[in-house]
């Protein structure tokens, strides 16, 4: 019986990484389902697991998940079930945004952040593509920066092309297990890529900016840094829904609102109409931001279509 971490997941082949850097070929036997969470992938990238390795084939077949102390998961596009992990037993998430080419949006980016923070997991901003914004664009970075620093998400700029940003990147992920997230085409593999260039993982051209590639990344998958650590590189994702959870749970994963909360009239306050309440109040004035608000609002009437 062998023991590793899964580094890469195609849905029914998986590669392990165990003993002194020896990778084995395995496949899964039984079910391997988390209790009361139905997944498209009983098994992902980043968990640990037990195998029985066959020396003879070089192969193996996984016979035990391992306890997660925290995944990262979204809404599967497969309707036969509810949720799809991105990757396990993460140390710290890197969230991938740009301006534009192609642009982020707020929501988008506090759908990702809701979810890191319901499994604590801590998260960062990139602002990748730097070189290319205008004065637009930089004022739109920076009231991006603006907003999330003040909430306590840290936010870091960065330029591929101009090799601006990569080893502050480097320091805040050395010796961890990151993910790298992010919509389609924002430069995930080509950030990889200059982190690690040994791995010269295949990007393809986006619009007529031919120096910066998006990433054509079908499955994920964990790659070591020569700078210690590792970064998973997730395919990338057009649409992000939130996990299922109580319409009442949702305000607790963003921390601005979740402070002010402590103020409303009621314990129970939702935030949408109640009289007394804090965190409208706190949107009138300012101190919690209009979008983010409006974030939370969107996600609190997905679910509401839940209970009805």
Request: proline letters at 0%.
């Given at each position: 019986m062998e023991q590793g971490i899964v580094i890469k997941s195609t849905g029914s082949h998986y590669r392990v990484l165990h003993g002194d850097g020896k990778i084995t070929d395995c496949v899964i036997r039984g079910k391997f389902r988390k209790k009361n969470l139905r997944t498209t992938n009983p098994i992902a990238v980043g968990d640990n697991v037990k195998f029985d390795y066959e020396p003879d084939s070089n192969t193996g077949i996984i016979t035990e998940l391992l306890d997660r102390r925290n995944y990262i998961l979204r809404k599967a596009t497969n309707l036969s079930k509810e949720f799809q992990i991105i990757a396990a037993n993460v140390d710290h998430l890197f969230l991938m945004i740009t301006i534009i080419l192609p642009e982020t949006l707020v929501e988008f980016i506090d759908r990702f952040l809701m979810t890191a923070e319901a499994y604590r997991v801590p998260a960062?901003?990139?602002?990748?593509?730097?070189?290319?914004?205008?004065?637009?664009?930089?004022?739109?970075?920076?009231?991006?920066?603006?907003?999330?620093?003040?909430?306590?998400?840290?936010?870091?700029?960065?330029s591929i092309i101009k090799n601006q940003g990569l080893e502050i990147l480097k320091t805040r992920m050395k010796g961890k297990i990151n993910l790298l997230a992010g919509n389609s085409g924002v430069g995930k593999t080509t950030l990889i890529n200059a982190l690690n260039p040994a791995l010269n993982l295949k990007t393809e051209a986006i619009s007529d900016y031919h120096k910066q590639g998006k990433h054509v990344t079908t499955f994920p998958e964990m790659h070591p840094m020569p700078f210690g650590g590792f970064v998973i590189d997730s395919p990338g994702i057009r649409g992000f829904g939130v996990i299922d959870m109580e319409k009442n749970e949702i305000y607790h994963f963003f921390p601005e609102i979740f402070r002010t909360s402590k103020e409303c009239r009621f314990y129970n306050c939702l935030h949408f109409d109640e009289p007394g309440c804090a965190v409208r109040d706190a949107v009138e004035t300012g101190a919690i931001d209009p979008l983010r608000y409006r974030s939370y609002l969107n996600i609190l009437n997905d679910n509401n279509r839940k209970y009805r």
């Open positions: 960062t901003i990139i602002i990748n593509k730097t070189d290319l914004y205008g004065e637009a664009e930089t004022k739109r970075m920076e009231y991006l920066e603006s907003l999330y620093t003040r909430i306590g998400y840290e936010c870091l700029r960065l």
